[in-house]
């Protein structure tokens, strides 16, 4: 088991920027991937980042050059730098591990249900 929790979400002004974290816990000692998503009310959950075992990344085109996916292995903690942000950024933002031990496709990586855990979300908010 994994345990994930997000934090750094909050209210931001347009063109201004927001921290996520992602911290983990329990069998973090094999490695994982971690991906991003979001989901603003009434509609689906969406892709946002990804980030390998290695630091290989992934960004949806929306977000890419504005958001920028890290991790820190000794901390066992991803982050989601986001700047210039949007009033469509709005949504609730989770983390997700995948402890698989194979990569996954492109294709793969963007869908949720490739992902092993779920942390609880963190709204942004983004005004214009």
């Known amino acids: 088991q994994v345990q994930l929790v997000e934090s750094g979400g909050g209210l931001a002004q347009a063109g201004g920027s927001l921290r996520l974290s992602c911290a983990a816990s329990g069998r973090t000692g094999s490695g994982y991937a971690v991906g991003w998503f979001r989901q603003a009310p009434g509609k689906e959950r969406e892709f946002v980042a990804r980030?390998?075992?290695?630091?290989?990344?992934l960004y949806a085109d929306p977000v890419k050059g504005r958001f920028t996916i890290s991790r820190d292995n000794a901390k066992n903690t991803v982050f989601l730098q986001m700047n210039s942000l949007r009033s469509e950024d709005t949504a609730v933002y989770y983390c997700?591990?995948?402890?698989?031990?194979?990569?996954?496709?492109?294709?793969?990586?963007?869908?949720?249900?490739?992902?092993?855990?779920w942390g609880q979300g963190t709204q942004v908010t983004v005004s214009s």
């Open positions: 997700a591990a995948d402890v698989k031990i194979y990569p996954l496709t492109i294709t793969q990586a963007a869908q949720p249900i490739w992902y092993d855990y």
């Open positions: 980030i390998s075992r290695i630091g290989g990344t």
